[in-house]
Every structure is written in C-alpha cells, then in structure tokens.
C-alpha cells in the first residue's frame, strides 16, 4: 500500500498548550511521492527495508495491543521519501501500517480507535488515515476536510548537507506566541477564499531557497512542516520540471504532485 508524503501548505504556531504541545493551524496536502508498504503474517512482529524504522513497529504494537491480538506480522517499508524533511514519511507509514493491520483482524477497529491510536504515535499520523486536503488544528491531529485547488504541479528540493534536529526540537525553540490569533485568522480567511498563493508563510521553518523556487516560476514556494525540505508550485508541469533542473546543483529534488 502507498505510504504518501505531504506538504504543509501553512502552518502557523501558537502557545504551548496544557499538555506540552504548541496549539497549531495547518494545512496538510498529500503527495503522489510515496513509500510503499507491505504487511504479511509472520511468527513474530518485525520491520525490514528500512533499519532507522521504530515508528511503524510501534503501530504495529499498538494495533495488536487494541484488539488483543499477538503482533505476528512482518511489514516491509520501501522508501521513496526522503528522511527527516519534513514531509511525514514516517508518520505515513504509521498509518499505513495501522491501516494494513486493522484490515487483517477478525474484529478490524473502527475508525475512531484508529484515529487515537494515531495520535499517541504522533500529531501528523491521524493526517495520513484521512483523504483529500485536511485543514490541522488543536496539536494538529484535529482534522477537518477542506476543498482547495489542486491543479498544480510540486517540486521538492532537500538541500546538500541538509539537517536539522527532531521536530520536537524545532518546536521547543519556538518562541512567536505573539500574534497567533491574527495569523490564525488570516490563514482561515486564505483558506475560505480558495487562494493557495496567499497562504501565510511557514511559522516553524523558513529557507532562503524558497526564494530561488519562487524565481523560477514557483507561485508558492515555502518549507515543509518543521524543514528542510522546500517545495514550489508551479501551474506548469513542463516549468516545474525546468525548475527541479535547475534547483540540482542545491540538492535532491522531485516533481510531483497532490494526491487525493
């Protein structure tokens, strides 16, 4: 089963909530970049294909603990999606897994026990159980179908050398509580108009490069989630393909574009 990557097409960071987390708005978008997930019945749970793997063998746990079930499944992870950018893979296939697994119970969860299931693993996972363009609030993982435009094409730039430290670090740096009610009032707005293009900016995470992407043709260009990843859109296929051309010499790059 595909394992999709995203793209936060906003995200915009408040305070800290009671229970540790920052309060957010975000705009989640799924990719036709995808990993690919595979589960079959094994004597004992394991994860191969990918070795820095914990998060799909806790799904795993977790589903089997739900049901009362022993864990005997073996997943296979093939990855497409770059590790650490920001675009959920991992998240992705938590969910896949989850799903994979509950489809093969005599007694499948239902949706809601799935859905926290999730969100113990990790505010994205609930995003990737979902389909079609879902606006995020409270940490996230609070979800709510939006109709957006998505006849546009995404290039995906990971800059050489790029790092960064956990996405629980990044956050715990923020500090722009101050005006977050503005933000998210106008973020919103943007989305009620249906105008992706003028979409606030990344609250978590900024790159000079998204300048470079807009430059090229790109009519939105930002960081994904907490980064590094860069994305552009462009209306264009043939002028995202150019773009993801020239963008080479700065790093890894992908064209794709939104899945439902």
């Not at 540790?20 to 989640?28: D, P, S, Y």
């Not at 978008?29 to 094994?42: C, F, G, H, I, M």
Request: aromatic share 6%; net charge negative; hydrophobic share 45%.
């Amino acid at each position: 089963m595909k394992a999709h990557a995203k793209i936060n097409l906003a995200l915009v960071v408040g305070p800290l909530r009671d229970d540790g987390k920052h309060e957010v708005v975000t705009v989640l978008q799924r990719l036709e970049l995808a990993d690919e997930v595979t589960l079959e019945q094994s004597e004992r749970l394991a994860v191969e294909g990918f070795d820095g793997d914990t998060i799909v063998h806790a799904a795993l746990e977790a589903v089997a603990a739900a049901a009362g079930v022993e864990p005997r499944w073996r997943a296979r992870i093939d990855k497409r999606i770059p590790v650490a950018a920001g675009l959920g893979g991992g998240s992705s296939d938590a969910a896949t897994a989850l799903l994979l697994a509950n489809e093969r119970l005599a007694d499948p969860l239902d949706d809601g026990r799935l859905h926290e299931l999730a969100t113990a693993l990790g505010a994205d996972v609930p995003f990737f159980l979902t389909r079609g363009t879902q606006l995020g609030t409270g940490d996230g993982s609070v979800l709510e179908p939006i109709e957006l435009p998505r006849d546009y094409t995404v290039v995906l730039l990971l800059p050489n050398d790029a790092t960064k430290a956990s996405t629980a670090a990044v956050y715990a740096q923020f500090d722009r509580d101050a005006g977050f009610e503005r933000r998210r009032a106008y973020l919103l707005e943007t989305v009620e108009a249906g105008d992706i293009a003028s979409l606030p900016p990344n609250d978590l995470a900024s790159s000079r490069l998204a300048e470079r992407v807009t430059a090229l043709g790109a009519f939105r260009a930002d960081v994904s989630g907490a980064g590094p990843a860069v994305y552009g859109l462009f209306l264009d296929r043939n002028a995202a393909e150019r773009a993801a051309r020239a963008l080479e010499p700065l790093g890894r790059t992908w064209v794709s574009g939104p899945a439902w």
